[in-house]
C-alpha cells in the first residue's frame, strides 16, 4: 500500500568551490611577507525563482615586514563576496514555491598562495568549499507493509514454539 505523506524534504543540492584572485597594493617597501589570514566569515543567502545567492563577507589580514625586516606591520581589508550557486533538483511534487536553504561550509577561505611583488605588490589567492542543501514542502509517496501481523501474546507464542513432547522424546534417546 503506497501513502502520501506532506513534508519538508530535500529537493536539491549544489556545491560552490570559491576562489577569489586578489592584488594588494601597499605603499610602503615591503621587506618579506609573513603571513595572511582569513577571519570573520559572515554569508547569507538570498532566493530569488530557483536560484540560490550567497552573499556574504570575509577580512583578510596580511603581517608583513618593512624596512629591513626592522619593523612589522598587518594590512585589513574586507572583501565582499556574490555567488550563484547551481542547485541541482529532484523532480518532486512540491505543495508551494517556499525554498529553505541550508549552508554547509566544508573548507572555510583561506589563502592558499601569497606573492610579492616589486616590494609594493602582494598577490592572494583565496579558496573555499560551500555545499547547500533546498528543502521545500512536498508529497513524498511512502510504500507502507501489507502483511503486518500483530504481536503474538505469551500464551499464543508459548503455544507455538514450546513442544509439548520434549520430555517424552528425550527419554526414547
Known amino acids: 500500500m503506497l501513502r502520501e505523506i506532506a513534508c519538508k524534504t530535500l529537493v536539491g543540492r549544489g556545491k560552490e568551490n570559491y576562489s577569489f584572485q586578489k592584488n594588494i597594493f601597499i605603499n610602503e617597501y615591503i621587506s618579506k611577507t609573513l603571513g595572511c589570514w582569513i577571519i570573520n566569515l559572515k554569508y547569507e543567502t538570498e532566493i530569488k525563482g530557483k536560484k540560490v ?3 556574504g563577507s570575509f577580512d583578510i589580514q596580511i603581517w608583513y615586514a618593512e ?3 626592522q619593523k612589522s606591520e598587518v594590512y585589513v581589508e574586507t572583501v565582499e563576496f556574490l555567488e550563484d550557486i547551481n542547485i541541482g533538483y529532484r523532480d518532486v511534487k512540491t505543495l ?3 525554498i529553505y536553504p541550508a549552508v554547509y561550509i566544508n573548507k572555510y577561505p583561506t589563502c592558499v598562495s601569497m606573492d ?3 616590494n609594493k605588490e602582494i598577490d592572494l589567492k583565496i579558496e573555499a568549499l560551500f555545499y547547500i542543501e533546498v528543502f521545500q514542502e512536498a508529497v513524498v509517496v511512502v510504500d507502507c507493509k501489507e502483511d503486518y501481523q500483530e504481536e503474538l501474546s505469551l500464551e499464543e ?4 514454539n514450546v513442544n509439548p513432547k520434549y520430555i517424552e522424546n528425550k527419554d526414547e534417546n
Do not use: Q, Y
Open 157 to 160: 507464542e508459548i503455544a507455538l
Open 116 to 118: 610579492l611583488k616589486d
Open 96 to 98: 508551494n514555491d517556499v
Open 67 to 69: 624596512n629591513n625586516n
Open 53 to 55: 545567492i550567497l552573499k
